[in-house]
């Protein structure tokens, strides 16, 4: 298991950290790092920068995922597309005590509330990510924007081409496309599959965000690492389930299924 547990991050909301940590650094735990926007509005800096070491200390690979609720980072307010920006910027401010390796994003397009503004939406994405990109470039540290309710890859491509730079990537979420998508596995892969850097991998039967376990619903996980080693593609990986016991089942089905021989 140690072998499956060195290539994976397994998520963890920032609050929750005193409760798990001894057991994070018995098992040598890789985290991505969820800082909601109740964690950021009420950090302790001098906590936030002991736990950072803590974990670096300990030679942990770290990822952020930066806030999401509430936030448009494609807003076509320009104010509540400001204020998103400010509220996801503070995770950057905290990169230098961790020294993560990617900060993951929701790009947040939904046709449902964004009717028949693509354009609109874009043009104000690419502003919103270019002000981003600067601060990963001073960093060093790579973003990755994740799927969740877009129904095709199509203005995901679209955004990615629009900002060429290496400091930015998709995020490929198993369980987001399970439920969301319109279109096949394959189509997703060819149109984003070279922007692939990052895998938010949970289950689902493909009705309701359910973060089973890994092999626990019906997503085509071997389907899916086929065709990313066919790609040649090398990916950092977060096993993103939402309590210890799906963590572990996860972990173990990766394991048992030979998902990550590709790393």
């Known amino acids: 298991m140690k072998d499956i547990i060195n290539k994976v991050h397994a998520h963890m909301p920032y609050h929750l950290l005193p409760k798990y940590l001894e057991m994070i650094l018995k098992q040598k735990l890789n985290l991505e790092i969820y800082f909601n926007h109740w964690a950021l509005q009420s950090l302790n800096k001098k906590k936030c920068i002991e736990t950072a070491k803590i974990l670096t200390d ?3 690979k770290i990822t ?3 806030p999401f609720m509430d936030l448009r980072p494609g807003a076509l307010d320009d104010k ?4 998103s920006v400010e509220r996801i910027k503070q995770v950057f401010d905290l990169t230098s005590y961790f020294s993560p390796l990617k900060i993951i994003c929701h ?3 939904d046709d449902r509330y964004y009717v028949s503004c693509d354009d609109l939406w874009l043009e104000a994405s690419v502003k919103t990510w270019k002000e981003l990109i600067a601060l990963a470039e001073a960093d060093k540290v790579i973003i990755a924007l994740e799927n969740v309710y877009e129904k095709n890859p199509r203005i995901l491509r679209r955004l990615f081409e629009a900002l060429p730079c290496d400091r930015i990537c998709f995020c490929f979420d198993t369980g987001h ?11 997703w892969l060819t149109e984003l ?6 895998l938010h991998l949970h289950d689902n039967f493909g009705g309701n965000d359910e973060h089973l376990p890994v092999g626990c619903g019906n997503f085509p996980f071997a389907e899916l690492f086929q065709s990313i080693r066919k790609m ?3 990916p950092t990986v ?6 210890q016991n799906n963590l572990w089942e996860s972990l173990n089905n990766i394991k048992s299924m030979e998902l990550l021989n590709f790393r």
């Open 177 to 187: 496309f399970n439920v969301f998508s319109h279109e096949p596995l394959g189509v």
């Open 80 to 83: 509540i597309r400001q204020i």
């Open 193 to 198: 599959g070279k922007y692939l850097g990052h």
């Open 107 to 109: 790009a947040s397009f």
């Open 238 to 243: 977060t096993a993103e389930a939402h309590n």
């Open 58 to 60: 300990a030679d942990l």
């Open 232 to 234: 040649k593609k090398n």
């Open 64 to 66: 952020f995922h930066a």
